[in-house]
């Protein structure tokens, strides 16, 4: 049976359900990125998913800026049968240097690439029928290409935020929702994950100790002696 998205009202209750539970975790948002894209140019407007980015500025809780949706878990992703998908329900974050630039009139793709890749894989799942889980990587096209001039990162790895010892929020309906935070890799690091696996990706990572903040700056580690 095809998941259908929860009723408008529904869909209030869900927001305010996972605001607060993140406000738990990562302090209050300063302000929220509403997607009202109009239809003639938002290809996804049939699917009736009320995506929000919430931005959470550094805190004494949390010196970074934390940017997560909600709207994901507004319907259930189509998880295949094995289990490994877990309920299906997700929600995504990235976590940024307090002096990243993120506001309502910021522009260059520099700095709002983070944004666009939130709230596009949001509703990835969704358009093409399939789902998003933990160790999925996602190229920048195809070869990969760097997310922005300023980097060469060249694609995400999706993992619980490492920060958290709880990765997880719940459901109004009582169901688990998977907290998943993008992970920014260079081309070769992509390349690991596809020949070894994605063990030897995560391990290789910590051993250099990786955080979930982005450094666009950073080493590759498969470079790394």
Same mark, same amino acid.
């Given at each position: 049976?095809?998941?259908? =998205?929860?009723? @408008? ?26 997607? #009202? !894209?109009?239809? $003639? ?22 010196? %970074?800026?934390?940017? %997560? ?6 319907? !259930? ?11 299906? %329900?997700?929600? &995504? ?25 939130? #709230? ?5 799942? +969704? ?15 195809? =070869? =990969?290409? @760097?997310?922005? *001039? ?10 619980? @935020? ?8 719940? +459901? ?5 929702? $998977? ?6 890799? +260079?081309?070769? *690091?992509?390349?690991?994950?596809? *020949? ?7 391990? !290789? ?9 982005? $450094?666009?700056?950073? &080493? ?6």
């Amino acid at each position: 049976m095809e998941a259908r =998205p929860l009723r @408008p009202e529904s869909a209030k209750g869900l927001v305010a359900c996972i605001t607060e539970q993140m406000e738990r975790l990562v302090g209050p948002a300063q302000y929220v990125l509403h997607d #009202r !894209r109009p239809a $003639d140019v938002h290809p996804d407007i049939h699917l009736d998913i009320h995506l929000d980015i919430h931005v959470v500025p550094a805190n004494p809780k949390r010196p %970074y800026t934390t940017l %997560y949706t909600t709207g994901l878990s507004q319907k !259930r992703m189509k998880v295949p049968p094995c289990g490994c998908g877990g309920d299906g %329900y997700a929600e &995504l974050m990235i976590t940024l240097p307090e002096s990243w630039p993120i506001e309502p009139d910021t522009r260059g793709e520099h700095l709002t690439w983070p944004v666009a890749w939130l #709230r596009d894989l949001a509703l990835y799942p +969704h358009r093409a029928g399939t789902w998003l889980g933990w160790g999925h990587t996602l190229p920048n096209g195809d =070869p =990969p290409a @760097p997310l922005a *001039e300023n980097t060469a990162l060249s694609g995400v790895l999706l993992l619980p @935020p490492p920060s958290f010892e709880r990765p997880q929020l719940t +459901h109004p309906n009582g169901a688990p929702i $998977d907290l998943l935070a993008l992970i920014p890799l +260079h081309r070769a *690091e992509l390349d690991l994950k596809l *020949e070894e696996g994605i063990d030897a990706l995560v391990s !290789r990572l910590a051993l250099y100790n990786m955080t979930e903040v982005v $450094d666009v700056d950073r &080493l590759d580690v498969t470079r790394m002696p």
